[in-house]
T-cell receptor, first 113, second 116 residues
């Protein structure tokens, strides 16, 4: 049962353009969402998070949008840079839960110079 | 560097052998998590500790797996009688849940296990 889904295995964008990575979830108990970036042979690096009481959170070039009714979140990267090329994971956690994270399968982003 | 560290980074073992991995969390973090990641998948939760208490174990954690955090600081994950299906990246993460609403987990570099 895949509770968090990233349906696009890969995405390719030109440097300077916007990258939009999408994530869907099924569990209504999830109330906190995070995005992680992962380079090969390294552990995931925390990027940005959002609580379910918000619909947008921004940090520099990264913005996360949450649509609770659609159970959908997205990560926008503007402008995209070649160093952003990595695998991006969305993750979710449920209120009252241990804080364990449920991850999607990941989307590989390639930013072309 | 005050991040999460894991040792070893790589481990190759023969089927049936026992292996042990170590994780040192960020020093002020009270929670420590273990995840496993296989190729093409996101990390999957295995178990977590709050201080020295192991509070949850995933059904993925068979009886061949055991984790400890004896003094509430570092943690070990042992796999007994390894099987080829245990080959994966084992990730450790830590977080500070004393901060209300803080769920960010910070990951170590992982231990890559290969069972031959």
């Amino acid at each position: 049962d895949q509770q968090v889904k990233q349906n696009s295995p890969s995405l390719s964008v030109q440097e300077g353009r916007i990258s939009i990575l999408n994530c869907d979830y099924t569990n209504s108990m999830f109330d906190y969402f995070l995005w992680y970036k992962k380079y090969p042979a390294e552990g995931p690096t925390f990027l940005i998070s959002i609580s379910s009481i918000k619909d947008k959170n921004e940090d520099g070039r990264f913005t996360v949008f949450l649509n609770k009714s659609a159970k959908h979140l997205s990560l926008h990267i503007v402008p995209s840079q070649p160093g952003d090329s990595a695998v991006y994971f969305c993750a979710a956690s449920a209120f009252g839960n241990t804080g364990k994270l449920i991850f999607g399968q990941g989307t590989t982003l390639q930013v072309k110079p | 560097d005050t991040g999460v560290s894991q040792d070893p980074r790589h481990k190759i073992t023969k089927r049936g052998q026992n292996v042990t991995f170590r994780c040192d969390p960020i020093s002020e973090h009270n929670r420590l998590y273990w995840y496993r990641q296989t190729l093409g998948q996101g990390p999957e939760f295995l178990t977590y500790f709050q201080n020295e208490a192991q509070l949850e174990k995933s059904r993925l954690l068979s009886d061949r797996f055991s984790a400890e955090r004896p003094k509430g600081s570092f943690s070990t994950l042992e796999i007994q009688r390894t099987e080829q299906g245990d080959s994966a990246m084992y990730l450790c993460a830590s977080s500070n849940t004393r901060d209300r609403g803080s769920y960010e987990q910070y990951f170590g570099p992982g231990t890559r296990l290969t069972v031959t």
